[in-house]
């Protein structure tokens, strides 16, 4: 019996089910301390519709062993000037979405192929460069903002200034695009956005079928074995690239679902902490710096995302305080800190 | 394989350090600043960051890279400060009593980073990094929700007015550069803390002695190797461990001498950013991942600080965007980070192939006696 | 008066996982005197070194039976450092020397001499400060000892090899204690200049009354310094002999031993080829422990061939090189085709298969079912069992055929498994093994390099993994090149073997030449040293 | 055995030079009060101006007038107080030059001119 636990908890995963008791635990006091279970239920959909893309951008880059994606921001950067670019001509509605999109895809195809090539370049080594790189682009896009010639008002700081402003709204162009789309109200507090699950929901499909390709069954195998790929005449290297390039296009197309949802675009130095949330809640999910699957994504974007919903409201109702931002700082980056203690696969 | 055009060589190593000479030697008349103004403000922040950049060598020695876990160190000291402040322990007895109290404090959090990097081993960096995010938490918990409820805070004047929790900035006017005026000089209109600088001397001879000790040797061999090391009967766990625990306790006294000269303590922000600067300022001195020496730490604190002190002015001369300046120098930061750790990983792949070439090439010539192939084709 | 022995080994017997390694070795070594370990892979001269110096494994796997006397005490080392407290000293194959230390550090390493202070009160005694003085007489003293032209300034790392090893030497003796030494193959990776050195060294050892256990396949190194040879064999002491009153032949005949005869070329009908098939024109391989300096061979259409030797002499770095695992130069010529060196695809593609000897490693994907890790070479190099969509934009893995595949081999070589989705990490060595054949089968592979290809796994499953080679050779003709630390094995199955010693072919014989022949090719010993 | 007594040796060695630290860097406030003073049914009566020095920096500006209060800042237990009577900005009469020490709990303390003037020993009370 008892060993039969102890199976049961390391196949769940010591911190996943603490973190999912805690949450279930959040549940259950919610109605005692004036907290609607309905609206947190709402809460945590909507969270995940806006986020889970981001988680699972992830996906590509962790199979093909670059490990975590730090550089989540290069991913984001390249949504933003889609998002922003396609403010700037204008477009409003699906064409502005799909414009906005496009774009990104093509800046972040260029962005994550350099990016591919640097981090080839320092194997072994990835995911501290990728940080810094993430954190750099960011800051050099601070200045890009200031520095870019858009011009269309809505972006502009208002008092004359050039630059644009630090967080812009798309309410008049592309606001709730997918959460509208076949929308489902359930009673008066729960509304699922349908439009941005299925979006999650086709591209996790991508995901799935790109590694039952050739390809993909081949990055899978630079992931667990580059000596063995290798073996097998796979060019390792350009496996690795095609895993970032296809990383950042997601954290790219992510992003502008996240602004869709969210309701605003947020430049300078918003997107520089991105990839910790995005990261934690996939480790969350049960993931390993270097094994993953998509149920993970699924897994830990809810949780990331339940505890993110109910820890202000039910922790704020009981001790009268807000500890939620701590909390959230505790728990994603200790989620981070104990799988890189984890013992890695050592590597032939 | 040719060996590598020295000149060629030197560039790259020193590519850091060259290109801030040069941004200096652009930035530095754009500015518009006067050279005593210039002086004064690079004394004063140097005065103001050795310190805790020298904390970043021991690590370094001990093959452990970066110490992002400094900021550990830095939360310490924070930590203390704001219980100094609450007791009024004023002037120089309150600075010692800061690093007195800051020591068993900085050794605990010490300890935790280094069994946390021990278990992380080869990714050191990014572990150190993540766990500074991580007690970022664990200090917020301690300093917005522990201070005035579990530790006793009586200062009204730094609570918030919730009754408990610290204020988002604290005054330090009890210490407030009471090291840096115990002994003050001017030399040719540049104001000099010599009291501060002569505690700078002090840790510095320290690091110099504590390389010649028996632990510094195993450091530098753990560094160097670790299977050989364990091999030869060196705790290499330990020796890391120590070796955490060391820098740490230096960067929380590193931190007391970085807030004594500011004056003010910015609770939940000051350390945040620390990490980077001192990472940044000792790569933009020439030290690298798996090197740093004390003259980097000098060298590094004065280029860096030259360009921070002179972008936002360059920079609103230039664009007319004193805000484009600011940027500029969270860009750099990063930038000369992201760029050091990837020129080092990708020069050690380079030296290690160069490496194998050259002893399969000795190999040859040693065998060549023996009918083996001859030096012509080795050489291609 | 009987004789005073420094080292008394008796009756020692070890097994690994039920697996005898050892039984009743004796072994006696006098202070002063040199005595040579000669015996093939496998004969347990590591295991009894082990035993010796209080290797890890050894406690690990369970101690070992029998008695040790060293110095007058009977002793048990649980610990290499025990060992060394005792006065064994043991300088490995591989150097352990930090190469960006100077020869001073790295003799001092973890010894240093320390003059104490305040702080070391307080803080133990590592805080204690170096006395670089003392370090540096210290090891100008034993390098003295040697009486070797060594740089004490020089980094490691910028030394020739042959000064490590002299810097690792003067290691072991700068102990005061150190009254027995055991060098293992310290003249592997020298030049004969070098190696001349070291002889040397070994008899001022001696002179100065240190015993010396001296290991090495060098057998003429072995009559040059040793007092006395100890030959093993399958863990056991086959032979001790006297260097005036035995030569190399004798030797390698007690190594090898005779066992073969009755058993060997069996199977082995003479068999005759025509046309070569692969041409090898001075070959390089740099792989790490099995380096290849420039061999030359040819193997003929249809046939099988043997590449023999003892570990770390090269033998597994020729196939490893010819299919580009490790860096290479040189020229393969395949059917008249110059292979591209440094390219798996091109190998592949060109129609060679490689069944590698490191299985977990390199061999399979161990997480993955086994249906997979036997399409998949086939598959990535190949474009085999991949369905076309959109015009080949999409390459769809096609899973049935895959599956299909899989059934097929599972039968042809009895691969036992629950189904082909299994996991290979599950699977037994054997099954392992014939999963990385399947997968080299699958590929319809011209010729076939296999290395190690019983390394392992049990007996029965040995049998038939040999014989599902051979099978596959007679049936379709396909040309196989078999890599094995076993040469009994290459005996039962080849055509013709080739024996690599320290990088290069020392000679090629038919299968059923005597196994005294191949024992003193593996040990470097060409018909010319013999007749001289 | 030797390590322990020289360890716990240090460790008491810094816990008391931790103590003395906190004692000596303890920061008080004196408020000093040239204002009616009534103690133990004497009463002092605060009628001229004083400049005061602690610990040889002046209280204010300008000299206390009747019925003033002042401050300073001062760290440690041990302080030295001078009294200068003046009238018109001239000194009038000798200074008057008191030592105290003030218990290290204690953070604001009250020192009463008049009554210090007056000779009186309890010229300097914590206000609770």
New interface residues.
Partial sequence: MKEKLQAVISGIGLPRLLIGLFLVSLFVIAPFVGVRVDTSINDVIARFAMNAVLVLSLVPMIKSGCGLNFGLQLGVIAGLIGAVTSLELKLIGLAGFLAAMGIAIFFAVIFGWLYGILLNKVKGDEMVVATYVGFSVVSLMCIMWLVLPYKSPDMIWAYGGSGLRTTISVEDYWFHILNDFLKIELGSHIEIPTGALLFFALLAFIIWAFF???????M??VG??P??A??????VDRVRIVSVIMSTVYAAIGIIVYQQSFGFIQLYNGPLLMSFPAIAAILLGGASVNKVKIWNVVVGAVLFQGILTMTPSVINNIIQSDMSETIRIIVSNGMIVYALTRKMKVR? | MKAMNPVLKALIDYAVPIMFILLVAVAAPLSGLSVEFLANEVMMRLARNSFLILSLLIPVMAGMGMNFGMVLGAMAGEIVLILITDWRIVGIPGILLAMLISTPIAIVFGYFAGVVLNKAKGREMVTGLMLGFFMNGVYQLIVLYGMGKVIPITNKEILLTRGYGIRNAINLEGIRQSLDNLIKLNLFGVQVPVATLLVIAALCLFII?FR????G??M??VG??MD??R????DVDRTRVVSIVISTVLASYGMIIFLQNMGTLNTYNSHEQIGFFCIAALLVGGASVAKASIPNVFLGVILFHTVFVVSPRAGAQLIGEAQLGEYFRVFITYGVIAFSLALYAWRRKVERENE?KKQ?M???A??Q?????GFA?AD? | MPEEYLLRMENISKDFYGNRVLQDVNLCVKAGEIVGLVGENGAGKSTLMNILSGGAVIHETGGYSGKIIFDGKERNFTS??EAMAAGIGMVHQEF??????TAV?NIM??R?I?KPNI?A??F???????D?QAMRRRAVEAVRTLEVNLDLNMLVKEM??GHRQFTEIAREIDRETTKLLILDEPTAVL??SEAEIVLKVIKKLSQKGIAVLFITHRLQEILDVCDRIVVLRDGRVQKELKPGETNAKEIAEYMVGRKLTDQSSGNTKARSFEGVVLKVE?L?V?MPGE?V??VSFEVKQGEIFGIGGLTGQGKLGIANGI?G?Y?S?GRVIFKGQEIELNN??????NGLA?V?E?RR????????PLS?NIA??V???K?QY?RKLLGGL????D?KAIAKLAWDYIKRLDIKCVSEQQIARELSGGNQQKVCLAKAFAQNPEILFVSEPTRGIDVGAKRLVLDTLRHYNEAYGVTIVITSSELEELRAVCDRIAIVNE??IAGILPASAEPAEFGLLMLGETELKEGA | MR?LI??SG?VVILILLGVFLYVIGKEHVLLIDNRDFTHEGVTYQAAASYEVWVDGNQVGRTALAAGRRGAAYVAGPRHKIVVQEVAAGQPVGEPIERRFSVPTGAYQITINIPALVAGAESFVYIVE
């Avoid at chain 3, 133990?124 to 170096?130: C, F, S």
């Avoid at chain 3, 798996?344 to 593609?349: E, I, S, V």
């Fill in positions: 039952r390709t050739k390809l993909g069954t081949a899978e195998a667990s074995n000596e063995y290798r073996s097998c005449g796979i060019n032939a | 002695w010649r000790t028996k632990l040797q195993d530098r061999t160097q190797d050989i090391a091999t030869v009967g060196i194998r399969m000795l190999h040859r040693a065998l006696g023996k009918g083996g192939a084709q291609r | 290499s450092f352990v020397l930090i190469p960006g230390f550090e390493l973890n240093e320390a702080a009160e307080v133990g005694d590592r805080m204690n400060t170096l670089w020739p090899v030049a004969e001075d390089w740099d380096q300096n420039g299919m695992l860096p130069e798996p695809k091109g190998a592949l593609r490689f590698s490191d490693g390199i061999g399979l994907l161990l997480d993955q997979l998949f070479t598959m990535q190099a474009d991949v999409i390459k769809w893995r899973d990088g290069q | 390590k020289v360890r240090l």
